[in-house]
Each structure stands twice: as structure tokens, then as C-alpha cells.
T-cell receptor
Framework: DAKTTQPTSMDCAEGRAANLPCNHS???????VYWYRQIHSQGPQYIIHGLKNNETNEMASLIITEDRKSSTLILPHATLRDTAVYYC?????????????FGTGTSLTVIP | EAGVVQSPRYKIIEKKQPVAFWCNPISGHNTLYWYLQNLGQGPELLIRYENEEAVDDSQLPKDRFSAERLKGVDSTLKIQPAELGDSAVYLCASSGESGEGYEQYFGPGTRLTVT
């Protein structure tokens, strides 16, 4: 069962920051927030994950609210290649037995 | 490092025919997953292997679907007989114990069309 709510679609101008929101109001204390994306005709790709602190890597930044009920994935300078479906997932961190429930995600279109 | 390899990339068959998909996970990854992805939906887990053991197959329609992972490396997913509703993308993923997150690494998928 999906535990997250995301907008169905978003647009972003090329070169601007893309901010993708995710609501996870029922998140448990041991659950992390993961983000994956899926470019057309490819398998999903891991982007970033976090527990309660903001995280940044070479692809994106993850901002998690203090109450952990929502988060935002930030692509600082969106390019056309960032056009994809972005999935926000919550799950316990340890153990491969915990499923990723992908839901339907947010379809991001980067506009030239 | 090579990623998850799947073949074939595309398959078109007539209903009631059998079909098989093959997956080679990332070297050293003990956990292997098969997912089903319908158009406009996110991937849904069919089966998860830990080495050669299927530890979660609760979502696998066992009347027509079967899977195996001999020797705990490559895996095959089979449908027999295929139905029109099986048209979808079948994704394979693998994960290992390195790092913290047990992130799953996905292959490109096999797009099945049943006519």
C-alpha cells in the first residue's frame, strides 16, 4: 500500500530548480524517505534517501520537514534529461525484505 | 561495472503461448526482484529472492507464473499460458548489502505484448 501522496504532474523550465513535493503523514519513526525516478523506457533509478536530516548528493537535494510528514526533492538546475516520473517511497531502512511501494509518482516535464 | 541485464527487451506473443524472461543481476547482489509495471503505474513486486530462495512470492499469480533462480545468480520468469492482461513491462532489480540503503538497481525491463 502506497504511503505517500504526490502530484500527478509538474512542469519546470530548463535551468530552473524543480521542486517535487511528497506527503507522507503516516510515516513511522524507523521509515526512511526514498526517491527514485524512471525515464521513459528505462527501469527506475535511485536518486536519494533520508531519515530526518536534509540530504544532498550529485543528483539532488532532499528536504524533510521537521515533523517528517512531508518532503521535497530538489533538482537544482533541471535539464531536459530530467524529464521523468519521480517516485517518493517510504520504507524501513534496514533489510531487503521491505518492499518499495512505488505508487504512480509525479511526471515531471522539463520545458526548453 | 555492468548493471542489471534483462533479455529480451521486447516480446510479442499470441495469447495462450508461453514466454520467458531472463535477468542477470549485478555481480555480488544476493537479492533479486521481479516487478510488473502496467502502463501509467509504478512497478509492483511479483517475487523476491534471497540467493536461490524465493522469500516473498505472495504477489505472484502461481497458476500461470513461475520463477527460478538456480545457483542464486541469474533468474528466469515464465508465464504459461499468457493472457491478454499480461501485457506489461517486466522489470528485474537487484540489491546487495553494501552501503546503508539497500537501494535497488533496476534493469531496463522486458516489454511484453500479448495479442
Amino acid at each position: 500500500d502506497a504511503k505517500t501522496t504526490q502530484p500527478t504532474s509538474m512542469d519546470c523550465a530548463e535551468g530552473r530548480a524543480a521542486n517535487l513535493p511528497c506527503n507522507h503523514s503516516t510515516i513511522s519513526g524507523n521509515e526512511y524517505v526514498y526517491w527514485y525516478r524512471q525515464i521513459h523506457s528505462q527501469g527506475p533509478q535511485y536518486i536519494i534517501h533520508g531519515l530526518k536530516n536534509n540530504e544532498t548528493n550529485e543528483m539532488a537535494s532532499l528536504i524533510i520537514t521537521e515533523d517528517r510528514k512531508s518532503s521535497t526533492l530538489i533538482l537544482p538546475h533541471a535539464t531536459l534529461r530530467d524529464t521523468a516520473v519521480y517516485y517518493c517511497i517510504v520504507r524501513p531502512h534496514l533489510g531487503t525484505g521491505n518492499q518499495f511501494y512505488f505508487g504512480t509518482g509525479t511526471s515531471l516535464t522539463v520545458i526548453p | 561495472e555492468a548493471g542489471v541485464v534483462q533479455s529480451p527487451r521486447y516480446k510479442i506473443i499470441e495469447k495462450k503461448q508461453p514466454v520467458a524472461f531472463w535477468c542477470n543481476p549485478i555481480s555480488g547482489h544476493n537479492t533479486l526482484y521481479w516487478y510488473l509495471q502496467n502502463l501509467g503505474q509504478g512497478p509492483e513486486l511479483l517475487i523476491r529472492y534471497e540467493n536461490e530462495e524465493a522469500v516473498d512470492d505472495s504477489q505472484l499469480p502461481k497458476d500461470r507464473f513461475s520463477a527460478e533462480r538456480l545457483k542464486g545468480v541469474d533468474s528466469t520468469l515464465k508465464i504459461q499460458p499468457a493472457e491478454l492482461g499480461d501485457s506489461a513491462v517486466y522489470l528485474c532489480a537487484s540489491s546487495g548489502e553494501s552501503g546503508e540503503g539497500y537501494e535497488q538497481y533496476f534493469g531496463p525491463g522486458t516489454r511484453l505484448t500479448v495479442t
